[in-house]
Every structure is written in structure tokens, then in C-alpha cells.
């Protein structure tokens, strides 16, 4: 469904990716790991178009997209979620899903219609399934860290993808709220049939829920497989010596 | 084809005109490459140098060097001014939207500017040029005052020295590093704040100096704060927002537009000034010599 | 209980006994407020809704007081045409603009909207032939209220006003009719689009907003309306001058949102009474009206972010917790 080929992206001479080729078929779940500095947040921002690349492709659903504007990708059905949480902080819980399918169901150039109604019954459904309906009047800067990384999902769900991609959707989480995040992550994706590429540092997580996992070291990849060859891949074990997870 | 002696004149006031705006227009671009913020009043620093000029002069009488020690004092009251109002006032707004400090400076600028009125009244002032370097210079056949002469060449020395305090001193070293990136520096144990507050105080005595030293060529009146501000914009626009040499180039740019603009293009002078900004900034919006954005 | 009063259309059915409670002063004060606050409004849109912050909306607000003026003084052209002219044009100019602003983000957004306002600034104060140059426009023409006197003939309170009156209930009309349609824009889909980019421009971008194109839509919006608005004002001043695209003006509205409150619809329309009135009650004391503005704006800044709307609505909400715990 998505597949990278030999991406490269450099700043200042540094070289962040160098030649990462990939690829997630439809109905996966797929991790990237890697040390710190990998350029896994990198390999993200090149494939959702938020940076351009200096070489390579990335293609969706059989469909060029290298350097598409982000707004025109996530309506190709890509959705993605950012490392640091990405909501709208003074809007309502409720509004900030609703904003998804306004946009999403083309509604955004409407400049006259009022605008509170529109979509409530989605936004109100949508938010029960990643359960934050009781708290859709709060206002969503407010939030827990954990409910606002909720909150990130359900903005991602609306735009109604095939695939989504998280960039370490567990980050700053403690164990308890790890396990029902994934746990919440891996159901919607089984509902939705949805196709799944996340960053990861809890290799817990990963070797939990990942069937293909590609590993990536110094802007290269240096493993790519079933966790089972990933796990005995004696580069991965050498990379990986010394981490505590 | 008009008379190279008269050419060569107006680019020389033109220079001139360039080196004031530079001291101005650095201590600007220094507030803006470490702050973060541009700096409305720095207009107001400007005619605040100049008045107090003018009032120490009162004071202390022009005869011998008193001119010079007048234009210093003013310098240093406007730095120390400008060091009151940051570490009391402008630091409480560091958290808070940019636009909220913005409107602080515009704030300074009506209050400061309105001060100068009270104390000073809305009457012209003016000054004579100090002992020394009254008369003028004859060159290629234009009459060029020594004083001017004499802002020319200060204007390139003044230059000379703060870009090599920036790059030898400690403290210069810190302020670049601000510039670049404040948070490592509080790691690194710097007293940012502190920091900050010697850059504006820096700036402000900048802008200061300058307003004191136009005083013998320029009128002392209300409204040449707001006037050299919006120049001064133009100047850090074209040389690059927090670039210190790409000011002085923008300056000696902007010098040279204004005069010859005047000469040849009298109606479009000043349209062709704003013009060049709204240029530089929808073509190469980091100016000359300033970083790309991103 | 509070909430079912309409409070907006009593202060606006209020507004038209101004003229006949009051003196000419009033009325001239009056009629000064309600132009300011489609101005004020107008900004709004770009800085509290979309979170841009404009230096030069006083560019819009000059040419459309140009236009106007042009039409009806030099081409005799009725109000009626030169009137959404003045929106017309300053939308134009918006999108020409705006186009090249909205590719800058935060300070250079905020320095390109200032160039682009002295540039009009600059071509009005020089451009004789057109704009007057230096000395602007004086006497523009009040726009044929004949018809009203007709109307007269059989609803007798119509009659009897002095033509600035008139100009001034057609001000409010007007004004009441774009801050309506204003607060739709405000209220749609659109305008919630707006507040993402505000909000966040990275995730709207991920929500599928072009955030660039409504960027600019919006820019062309504000600066239309704020055409209208100078418009309008031309000839309340009774002649327009290059001075009404210089960028005092833009930082004067600017204040006048932050008075009044970025957060609300109805803060600058606010900010723009309680900025005219203060204006006027200090003037008649003192000279330094700008150092008392000075003041007020720094107060603003320091303990008053919200402006005043901001002040009372958290007051409000302060209330209602205690009177939810009582």
C-alpha cells in the first residue's frame, strides 16, 4: 500500500535519511524502530509530505505522491499523528474532531452556514470510540497528556484513512496508559481495516502488536522482517546493545 | 545629464545619511537576532539621544569638547533607560505572544514620544556642530562638511569594533550563541536574562548615540521617532533581520536609493524605499546577508 | 435570563435615536464608532480569528476611502456604485497582496502587510493627478438623500434630519449589515477553519486545510470590509487624506481590537466605542492623548490580555462557578 523507495534527505550536510527503502503492505501493522537520531521523525515528515526529499520516491496505493502538500495527501487516506501532541488547544474536544470533518467532507469554503450543528452525530460517535464523549464540552488544551494524544486519534480517524501513520503514538505515557493506548490503537485499526505505520521506542509495544518491523540506524536501514528475524538479526543486536528496553 | 560634482555630493549625503541609520538600524537588528523581537521604540531611543544631546549641551555649554561629552552622556541616559524598561517591564512579557511585545514597544513610543513633548515642548531644536568641525571640505567639486566627513568614517569604525566584540569577546560569543539558540545557553548556566538585558541595553545606547550625533545636522523636533523607525525597518528588512553586516550594507543601499531617488525620481523616492522592502521580502524574505528561513 | 435579551438588536435599534437624544457631537461621535468598528472587526478576522498579525490593514482601509472618494467627486458617480466599489477594490488589492504575505509566516508576514501599506501610503501622497497628493480630497460629496425627504412625505419622524444624520443612519445600517455578515463568516465552517490555522497550522495542514488558500481568503475579506468601512469614512471625514494608509493607523486599530478583546466577535466593535470616547473625554483635557493610550495599552498588556470582552467574560464565568458552588 505504501512504499518508500531509496529516500534520502540531508540538512546542512548532515544526512538524516540516506537511501531507506521500504514497504507496507495493505492490512499491516508495521513498526520503525531505531536509536535516537535515526531519522525515523524525518522518514515521517518525507512521507507525509511536511519536508520535500533530495532523492527517492514515496508511492500510496500505487500513486506517486513524493512532496505532496500535506492537505492534499491526508485526502488521498493518509492519516498521521505527531510526536509531540498535535490538537487544536483552545477549541472544545468536540470542536476539534468536528474541524477534521468539516474539512474532510468538504465543507470548508461554506462561509455562511452556522457551523455548530453540522456533523454532530460523527463527531459525538467518533469520540465514544476512542472514549473522550464524556469530555467533548472541555476545552482541549486542558486535557491529560494521555487524552490529548486520544484526542490526536480521533482527529486522524475522522479524515476517515486507510492508512495511519504515528509517530511514537506512546511518548511520555507510563506503563498503564502504554498498554490501553495500544490496546485502543489495535482495536480501531482492526474495526476500520485501517493499515498501520508507527515509530516506536517501547520495544515492548513493538514486538507486542508489530508484524513487520524495519529498523533504522544513522539514517539507514539496517534490518527489515518479521519481529522473529528482526529479534536474532545480529546488526540489530549489535545497535541495540546497551538500550535498556 | 547632471554634474558629476553634484552626483558625487548627493552620494556622499547619502552615505551619510547611511552611517546614521546604521547605528541605528544595528541596535535594531541586535534586538531582533538575540530577542526576538522588533523593536518599535527604538525610533523613540533615537530622538530621546538626540533631546538629551540637546539638554546636556544646556547644561553643560558647547564650548571645547562639551559636545562630545554631551553626546555620550545622552547615549549612555537612553542605555540606561532602554536597560530600566527591559529588566522591569519587557521581561515579564517574554512567555507571551509576539504580538503582545510588539505592542509594547508601540506602547513605549507613544508614552516616551509624548514625555520628549512635555519636557521639551514641541518647538524645534537644534545644535550647532562642535568645535573643530565647523567648515567644510572641498572634493571633486562638492562642498562636503568635515562633520559629515567625520560620521562617514565613524560609521564604518563603530561597525569595525562591534563586529570584532562579537567575534573575539566572551560576551560577544554569548550573545551570537543567544541568537542561535537560548535554551542550551540557560542549560550551559548562563544568565540569560541578564544577557538579554545587556543587549538591549547595547541597542539603546546605539540608537541613542545616533540621535545624539545628528543633532548638529538635523532639527530636534516630535515625529523624528516615528520617521527613522519605518527607515530604519527598511534598512534591517533589506540586510537581513539579525544580520550585523547585512544592516550596514542595507543602510549604505538604502542611503544611496533615498539620494539618487531624490535626484532623478523625485515623485517615487519614497514609494521606490517600500518598494524595495515589499521586494526583498516577497524574493528573498531573509534579506542579503541575513539566514534562510526554515 | 440574561442571555434571552437581544441585546444586539436593542443597542442597535438604541443607536438610531442618537441623533435626536443628542447633540451633533454625538451624532458625529456616533457615526465615527460605528465605521471604526467595522474596521476593527474587519482586523479581527485576520488577527483573533486566523492569528495574523497585520500591520498595514490601513492600506484597505485607504483605498477604499479613495475609491469612494474618487467616484463620487471627480466622476459624480452615485454612492450606490462607489460605495461596494470601495469593498471591490480593496478586495483586489487584498488578493494581490495578501498572495505575497501569506507565503512569509509571523514577522515577516507582519513586515510585508507594513510595506505594502506604505506603498499605498506612499503612491497616495504623491500621486496628484489622482489622489490630491499631499492635501488628499477635502469635500466629497454626501451621497442624494433626496429620496429619504419623498419618504418623508408620509412617515413624518423620517423627516427633518440634517444630512449628516442621514449619512449617519446609513452608516448604521450599512455597518450592522456587514458586521452581520461578518459574524456568519465568523460562524461557518469557514471560520472554524480559520481558528484551526490559528490554533494550529501544522495539524490543520493534516486536516486537509490548505492552510495558504484560507490564509488568503481570509486576507481578502478583511480587506475588503475594511474597504467598506474607509469607504464610508471618506466621506463621514468630509475628505480623504494619504494619512488613512499610513501605519499609525494600522497600529491605532490594532489597539482598539486588543481594548476591546481578540477572542470575541464583539471586542473591537467595543474596543473602537470605548477608544473614541476616551479619545474625545482626554482630548478636551490634554494634549497627550497618546501618552494616556500609551498607558491604557501597557495596562492592556500586562493585565488585560483579553481586552474588555476578555475581562468580563472571565469575570462572568467567575460568577456562575460561584453561584454553581453556592
Not at chain 2, 176 to 205: C, H, I, K, M, Q
Request: charged fraction near 15%; charge should be positive.
Amino acid at each position: 500500500m505504501l512504499d518508500v523507495r531509496d529516500l534520502k534527505k540531508s540538512f546542512d550536510g548532515f544526512q538524516a535519511v540516506s537511501g531507506v527503502s521500504f514497504s507496507v503492505p495493505r492490512g499491516s501493522i508495521s513498526a520503525i524502530i531505531g536509536p535516537n537520531g535515526a531519522g525515523k521523525t524525518t522518514l515521517f515528515n518525507l512521507i507525509t509530505g511536511h519536508l520535500r526529499p533530495d532523492a527517492g520516491s514515496v508511492s500510496f496505493k500505487g500513486r506517486e505522491v513524493t512532496g505532496i502538500a500535506p492537505h492534499d495527501l491526508c485526502r488521498l487516506g493518509m492519516g498521521r499523528s505527531f510526536q509531540r501532541t498535535n490538537i487544536f488547544p483552545r477549541l472544545t474536544v468536540l470542536q476539534n474532531i468536528q474541524a477534521a470533518y468539516l474539512c474532510h467532507r468538504g465543507r470548508g469554503w461554506n462561509l455562511m452556514a452556522p457551523v455548530d450543528r453540522l456533523y454532530r452525530d460523527e463527531t459525538e460517535a467518533l469520540l465514544d470510540s476512542v472514549g473522550l464523549l464524556d469530555k467533548a464540552g472541555e476545552v482541549a488544551g486542558f486535557l491529560s497528556h494521555g487524552n490529548q494524544k486520544q484526542l490526536e486519534l480521533g482527529i486522524t480517524l475522522a479524515l476517515e484513512p486507510e492508512i495511519l501513520l504515528l509517530d511514537e503514538p506512546t511518548a511520555g505515557m507510563s506503563a498503564q496508559e502504554t498498554r490501553e493506548s495500544i490496546r485502543l490503537i489495535e482495536r480501531i485499526a482492526r474495526e476500520r481495516g485501517l493499515t498501520l505505520l508507527f515509530t516506536e521506542h517501547d520495544m515492548e509495544v513493538v514486538f507486542t502488536i508489530a508484524l513487520r518491523i524495519t529498523v533504522l540506524h544513522q539514517g539507514g536501514v539496517i534490518a527489515d522482517g518479521t519481529p522473529e528475524e528482526v529479534r536474532r538479526h545480529p546488526e540489530v543486536r549489535r545497535v541495540y546493545l546497551g538500550e535498556r528496553r | 545629464m547632471p554634474d558629476p560634482s553634484f552626483v558625487f555630493a548627493q552620494s556622499l549625503s547619502g552615505l551619510t545619511a547611511a552611517m546614521f541609520l546604521f547605528l541605528i538600524a544595528s541596535g535594531l537588528s541586535l534586538i531582533f537576532g538575540v530577542l526576538r523581537v522588533l523593536n518599535f521604540a527604538h525610533g523613540t531611543f533615537y530622538m530621546l539621544g538626540a533631546y538629551g544631546a540637546y539638554q546636556f549641551v544646556q547644561w553643560l555649554g558647547a564650548t571645547g569638547a562639551r559636545f562630545w561629552l554631551a553626546a555620550l552622556l545622552a547615549a549612555l541616559g537612553v542605555a540606561v533607560l532602554g536597560g530600566i524598561i527591559e529588566r522591569f517591564l519587557f521581561q515579564r512579557l517574554y512567555g507571551k505572544e509576539e504580538l503582545y511585545q510588539l505592542l509594547f514597544t508601540y506602547a513605549l513610543v507613544l508614552v516616551l514620544g509624548d514625555a520628549a513633548k512635555i519636557f521639551w515642548g514641541t518647538q524645534q531644536k537644534s545644535l550647532s556642530r562642535p568645535p573643530g568641525l565647523t567648515g567644510a571640505l572641498s572634493l571633486f567639486g562638492a562642498t562636503i562638511p568635515y562633520y559629515n566627513l567625520f560620521i562617514i568614517l565613524l560609521g564604518p569604525a563603530i561597525a569595525l569594533g562591534f563586529w570584532f566584540a562579537l567575534q573575539r569577546t566572551r560576551a560577544g560569543r554569548f550573545i551570537r550563541a543567544a541568537a542561535l539558540d537560548r535554551e542550551t545557553l540557560g542549560a550551559l548556566g548562563v544568565n540569560v536574562n541578564a544577557l538579554y538585558t545587556g543587549v538591549f541595553v547595547l541597542a539603546s545606547f546605539l540608537g541613542g548615540l545616533g540621535g545624539a550625533l545628528i543633532t548638529p545636522m538635523r532639527a530636534i523636533v516630535p515625529g523624528m521617532d516615528t520617521e527613522v523607525i519605518v527607515e530604519a525597518f527598511v534598512v534591517v528588512v533589506i540586510g537581513g533581520l539579525g544580520s550585523f553586516w547585512g544592516t550596514f550594507l542595507g543602510a549604505l543601499i538604502y542611503g544611496q536609493v533615498l539620494s539618487f531617488g531624490i535626484l532623478f525620481f523625485p515623485r517615487f523616492s519614497i514609494f521606490s524605499i517600500f518598494a524595495l522592502m515589499a521586494a526583498v521580502l516577497i524574493i528573498r524574505p531573509w534579506g542579503l546577508l541575513g539566514k534562510p528561513l526554515k | 435570563m440574561i442571555q434571552k435579551i437581544p441585546w444586539t438588536l436593542l443597542v442597535f435599534a438604541a443607536a438610531f435615536f442618537v441623533p435626536a437624544a443628542g447633540s451633533r457631537y454625538y451624532t458625529f461621535l456616533a457615526n465615527d464608532v460605528v465605521i471604526w468598528a467595522l474596521f476593527a472587526t474587519s482586523l479581527n478576522l485576520l488577527v483573533g480569528y486566523t492569528g495574523l498579525v497585520s500591520f498595514g490593514h490601513a492600506a484597505y482601509f485607504g483605498i477604499g476611502a479613495y475609491t469612494t472618494g474618487v467616484l463620487m467627486k471627480k466622476m459624480g458617480i452615485s454612492f450606490l456604485l462607489a460605495f461596494p466599489a470601495a469593498g471591490v477594490l480593496a478586495g483586489l488589492f487584498a488578493l494581490v497582496f495578501g498572495f505575497f504575505c501569506v507565503r512569509l509566516t509571523r514577522i515577516y508576514f507582519a513586515m510585508l502587510t507594513l510595506a505594502f501599506a506604505q506603498i499605498v501610503w506612499a503612491i497616495c501622497f504623491k500621486w496628484n493627478e489622482v489622489t490630491g497628493g499631499e492635501q488628499g480630497m477635502p469635500e466629497i460629496p454626501y451621497p442624494n438623500f433626496d429620496w429619504l425627504e419623498k419618504i418623508a412625505a408620509w412617515l413624518p419622524f423620517v423627516g427633518g434630519y440634517r444630512t449628516s444624520d442621514y449619512f449617519y443612519f446609513l452608516s448604521l445600517v450599512l455597518v450592522a449589515v456587514c458586521l452581520w455578515l461578518l459574524r456568519r463568516v465568523v460562524g461557518s465552517p469557514f471560520g472554524r477553519m480559520l481558528t484551526t490555522i490559528r490554533e494550529n497550522p501544522e495539524r490543520a495542514e493534516f486536516i486537509g486545510v490548505n492552510v495558504r488558500r484560507y490564509e488568503l481568503a481570509a486576507f481578502v475579506v478583511a480587506g475588503a470590509f475594511a474597504g467598506l468601512a474607509g469607504g464610508l469614512f471618506g466621506i463621514f471625514n468630509r475628505g480623504v487624506f494619504p494619512d488613512f494608509a499610513y501605519w499609525t493607523k494600522s497600529s491605532e486599530v490594532l489597539i482598539m481590537t486588543l481594548l476591546g478583546g481578540m477572542g470575541t466577535f464583539i471586542g473591537p466593535a467595543l474596543g473602537a466605542l470605548v477608544l473614541i470616547w476616551l479619545n474625545q473625554q482626554i482630548v478636551s483635557y490634554t494634549q497627550y492623548w497618546p501618552l494616556v493610550l500609551g498607558l491604557i495599552l501597557i495596562v492592556l498588556l500586562f493585565v488585560f490580555p483579553g481586552g474588555i470582552a476578555g475581562a468580563v467574560e472571565s469575570a462572568a464565568r467567575r460568577l456562575r462557578r460561584r453561584s454553581a458552588h453556592a
